[in-house]
């Protein structure tokens, strides 16, 4: 029987994290444009509430549906028992903590980004240098980077739990999942090919140590 790891959507969302060095260097190069008109904090305030609050805000009150990418969401109705079960570990009290300390341990990584931010700002002198900009330009990029890390960190959750934990999970009803869930995108009857998904589980599986 194939494991509840090898489900193909929870490595997509892994591979997310690669998208992290991209985004923030991004967010450096928008930090760096034009000359600070606002006091540090301001700044950062405000590019710390753009890219943190409204995704912890979802992460704590209605964790993003897994099983959704490049706007399409597989309908709930369509979930497996394996899946309706691995969505249930993206929604608890674990999870609520561990995307907190994922939030606070952004924004400190903004503050690095914004204090090496005028060392690179020859390198950004192609941009327009409208300071206002940048900075709306710099919390998009931020909040990008922070759905790429929130996302992740939460299915990452799900690869660690033991295989006699996740046996003793009850699966969440179709009602559950709806009221408890942010689920964005057009929702689909199946997001990816039968044979891609079989092949995956194949190949996960062999990677898996004997029990």
């Given at each position: 029987?194939?494991?509840?790891?090898?489900?193909?959507?929870?490595?997509?969302?892994?591979?997310?994290?690669?998208?992290?060095?991209?985004?923030?260097?991004?967010?450096?190069?928008?930090?760096?444009?034009?000359?600070?008109?606002?006091?540090?904090?301001?700044?950062?305030f405000l590019v710390a509430a753009?890219?943190?609050?409204?995704?912890?805000?979802?992460?704590?009150?209605?964790?993003?549906?897994?099983?959704?990418?490049?706007?399409?969401?597989?309908?709930?109705?369509?979930?497996?028992?394996?899946?309706?079960?691995?969505?249930?570990?993206?929604?608890?009290?674990?999870?609520?903590?561990?995307?907190?300390?994922?939030?606070?341990?952004?924004?400190?990584?903004?503050?690095?980004?914004?204090?090496?931010?005028?060392?690179?700002?020859?390198?950004?002198?192609?941009?327009?240098?409208?300071?206002?900009?940048?900075?709306?330009?710099?919390?998009?990029?931020?909040?990008?980077?922070?759905?790429?890390?929130?996302?992740?960190?939460?299915?990452?959750?799900?690869?660690?739990?033991?295989?006699?934990?996740?046996?003793?999970?009850?699966?969440?009803?179709?009602?559950?999942?709806?009221?408890?869930?942010?689920?964005?995108?057009?929702?689909?009857?199946?997001?990816?090919?039968?044979?891609?998904?079989?092949?995956?589980?194949?190949?996960?599986?062999?990677?898996?140590?004997?029990?």
């Amino acid at each position: 029987m194939a494991s509840f790891r090898s489900e193909p959507i929870l490595w997509i969302h892994v591979a997310g994290l690669a998208t992290l060095p991209i985004f923030s260097i991004l967010c450096l190069l928008f930090l760096s444009v034009g000359e600070p008109f606002l006091p540090v904090w301001m700044e950062l305030f405000l590019v710390a509430a753009i890219g943190v609050v409204p995704l912890l805000w979802m992460q704590l009150r209605r964790p993003f549906y897994i099983f959704g990418l490049l706007g399409i969401a597989l309908k709930p109705e369509n979930l497996t028992e394996r899946q309706r079960k691995i969505l249930y570990l993206t929604n608890t009290k674990l999870n609520r903590i561990l995307a907190l300390v994922t939030a606070v341990l952004s924004i400190w990584a903004l503050w690095h980004i914004y204090q090496f931010a005028p060392s690179v700002a020859n390198t950004a002198k192609f941009l327009p240098q409208w300071r206002s900009l940048g900075l709306i330009l710099a919390a998009l990029a931020f909040l990008a980077s922070n759905l790429f890390l929130q996302i992740p960190v939460s299915v990452m959750r799900v690869l660690v739990t033991n295989d006699t934990e996740f046996a003793a999970i009850e699966p969440l009803s179709l009602e559950k999942i709806k009221q408890d869930f942010t689920i964005l995108g057009v929702r689909v009857n199946q997001m990816l090919p039968r044979l891609f998904e079989s092949l995956f589980a194949r190949k996960i599986d062999s990677q898996q140590p004997p029990e």
